[in-house]
């Protein structure tokens, strides 16, 4: 529901950067977002293709990478992976206690950039 | 050319967050992020928390798309409160708070309640500089909202079930709530109330005010 709050923060955090590094514009960028994140990937798209107009970004394409909610549990010890954007007992072994090892990320990894 | 980036998308309210939580922790204010779905009853617990008593110094940041009907509310218990208005946006962010600070007057306060924008998504993922999240859940709103808005339930350190009074009037499944949000967030803190009787608020107000005075 925030995901233009999303788009306008990459889309900051990019143009900083390649500024910074005077390169002309940005063709394409990478990012990371984890299920568990409250991100919808194409609500995401949706709002960074509205907003980056006349920032170094716009003519760059977004690419996003889902990490699904992944931990291990205590009892068995099993690693696991769920399609679902929560965890309450060990899909393997049924046990409660578990820690949660991926889900919530938000983060760019890269871009690709013209000089 | 490719550039590595490696930032966390969220890093500049993050950066704010830290810097109003440095403030809050400077002027020995402990503050609560308050959220819940639009019409759980925020003003309301607010309103029946300040008549019940603490024995804090109480200060209110509001936040609301539009309008200024629940500062209102809060200024007749004669205690500071700030209205923001976020002018669309569904959730209040750190540099919002950040800019009405300098309203308040911190170093007077001994707890700060800032109410989030009604809604059960977005205000999870923004940290304010808050010391506590509470969440408000209205029996009204079904027995299935842990499993679907997980994060909120996970973020929270408390959860205020309002409107208790209604319980006989609806299907819902108290049970249930309880056993989801615990499995969601066993060290949740949960609480059942109603502002229309008062059940409930004496406990909730006692619990919280030992909170703020741990810090």
Redesign the interface.
Known sequence: ??EV??AQ??I???SG?CRK?G?SGITS?R?RIGR???IMPDALLFAFDAIKVESPATGAVLEIEEVCVSGRCRDCGRDFSVEE??V??CPLCGG?AFEIKTGRE?????????? | ?????????????DRIALENRRLFDKAGVFVVNLMSAPGAGKTSVLEKTLAQGTGLRIGVIEGDIAGSDDAERIEKFGIPVVQINTGG???L?ANMIYEALGDLPLAGLDLLFIENVG?L??P???KVGEDMKVMLLSVTEGHDKP?KY??MF?ESSALILNKMDLVPHTDVDISKIRK?AL??NPALKIFEVSCRTGEGIGEWAAWLGGQARKG
């Not at chain 2, 590595?4 to 309210?13: D, F, G, Q």
Request: aromatic share 4%; charged share 20%; proline share 3%.
């Open positions: 529901m925030h709050s999303i923060s990459i900051e955090i990019v950067q590094g390169y960028i990012v568990a994140s409250g954007e929560y309450l007992n409660p938000m983060e760019i990894i890269d871009m690709e950039v013209t000089e | 050319m490719k550039v590595k980036v490696v930032t966390k998308i969220l890093e500049a309210n946006a569904c959730h962010d809604n998504v977005c999870a993922e923004f499993l997980p994060l996970q989801d499995s969601l």
